[in-house]
């Protein structure tokens, strides 16, 4: 069983590594998500790497796109396809793109980036799933940023409506979307309110409280009948100090001396 503090460390080396290699960015918004899928794949979702189209499995779907680059390390690293792949990652005759997608790459269910997307094609898979008596579960993260989309709000009130508790909705609320906080751009407080005024169950955790997670994602649905959010309360950039709540990681990726400093921190920490 693997160490969750350990891979998501790796997974945030990976990304470190990947972008600076490429040339991409959203390293701010991949880190802020590496213990979430580090408690995903290594405990809590129902999938097999080397049988990636099993049907029984559980799906998980980023809908925030950007972030794609970690879900490729985290794949890797669970054994989808080799680590020594990552280093293709943005590269021209890639398929590993910059926003995550599902072509050629075993593990990823869908391909996202148009922000507002991805859950409401969860809520569409969770709906299929109900209809056909099957088991399986449907996670979605989304970013704070993509609630301001309508069509999110839209798919939150047909989950409710039709009982989906098979669906969980992970937010990655670190407060800071592309080029401003939250508060700045559209305020989302009273977050959780929102959710339950729409019939969600409602967690909120720490984001790299690891055994919060668990604990929050290893007992679902919070209510039967109901679909469940975990407000996941995170820092953007987190595990490199000069990177943490920062704009600037949004769209930029560290090269020479901040590659270097970068990881020498995430290296102290593993």
């Keep these: 069983m693997r160490d969750l503090t350990e891979l998501a460390k790796k997974i945030r080396i990976h990304v470190l590594n990947m972008t600076s290699r490429g040339g991409s960015s959203h390293v701010g918004s991949a880190f802020s998500i590496a213990d979430i899928l580090a408690v995903l794949y290594g405990r809590i979702l129902k999938v097999d790497p080397l049988n990636p189209d099993w049907h029984e499995r559980d799906r998980f779907i980023l809908s925030k796109g950007h972030a794609g680059a970690i879900v490729y390390a985290v794949l890797a690293e669970m054994g989808f396809f080799p680590v020594e792949k990552l280093l293709t990652h943005y590269q021209d005759g890639s398929d590993l793109s910059g926003h995550v997608s599902h072509k050629g790459i075993p593990g990823v269910e869908f391909s996202t980036g148009s922000l507002g997307h991805g859950l409401g094609v969860g809520v569409g898979m969770a709906k299929a799933a109900q209809l056909k008596g099957e088991q399986h579960r449907v996670f979605v993260l989304l970013s704070d940023g993509e609630c301001d989309e309508g069509s999110n709000w839209e798919a939150t009130l047909f989950a409710s409506h039709h009982k989906l508790d098979n669906l969980v909705a992970i937010v990655d609320y670190n407060k800071i979307q592309s080029l401003a906080s939250i508060s700045e751009t559209v ?14 169950g409602v967690r909120e955790v720490d984001g790299h409280d690891q055994d919060a997670l668990l604990a929050a994602l290893g007992d679902l649905p919070e209510n039967t009948g109901h679909p469940t959010v975990v407000i996941a309360h995170t820092v953007k950039g ?6 943490e709540n920062s704009v600037l990681w949004h769209y930029r990726c560290a090269r020479g001396e901040e590659f270097e400093a970068a990881l020498a921190e995430l290296e102290e920490d593993a």
């Design 187 to 200: 305020e989302l407080e009273p977050f959780a309110d929102k959710w339950r005024s729409f019939q969600w």
């Design 238 to 243: 987190k595990g490199v100090s000069f990177m």
